[in-house]
């Protein structure tokens, strides 16, 4: 019996040798790296730049009409026929005549101060919607 009691301090002292050696910081160190204990490490992330939401979804608009759409922008949606491997060329047509016409109305042009930006929407029986939208070049 008495030497279990021997054996069993003799571990136990063992253990504790091992927990405050080389050994035991080493797996300390582990642990640690591991994030089984300690604080939890956090990393510098910058904060992300605001966002907003634009509407992507072109809504249908009158064809053949010059549109004010109220925010200092105006709008001409020019319907072309575009026939198979044709739609540049249906593009270039309905962007010229969307553009005329907001040039004959004086929102586009020179001395207008407003560029264009072209969008277009194929629709249903080989009809592409071209749509010249103003905004203004100035600050």
Do not use: C
Not at 73 to 85: D, E, K, L
Not at 102 to 119: E, Q
Request: overall charge negative.
């Amino acid at each position: 019996m008495k030497l279990i009691l021997e054996n069993w301090n003799k571990f136990l002292t063992e253990e504790e040798e091992l927990e405050e050696g080389p050994i035991g910081g080493a797996l300390a160190g582990l642990g640690l790296a591991l994030g089984l204990g300690g604080a939890p490490q956090t990393t510098d992330v910058p904060a992300p730049e605001p966002t907003h939401q634009v509407d992507t979804q072109q809504q249908q608009a009158e064809t053949g009409k010059v549109v004010d759409n109220g925010d200092g922008t105006f709008s001409y949606t020019a319907a072309v026929q575009a026939h198979p491997g044709m739609s540049s060329m249906a593009k270039t047509q309905g962007s010229h005549q969307a553009k005329q016409a907001l040039t004959d109305a004086g929102h586009l042009g020179p001395g207008s101060g407003n560029g264009a930006r072209i969008s277009q929407t194929a629709a249903s029986g080989g009809t592409m919607h071209v749509t010249v939208t103003t905004y203004s070049l100035g600050g």
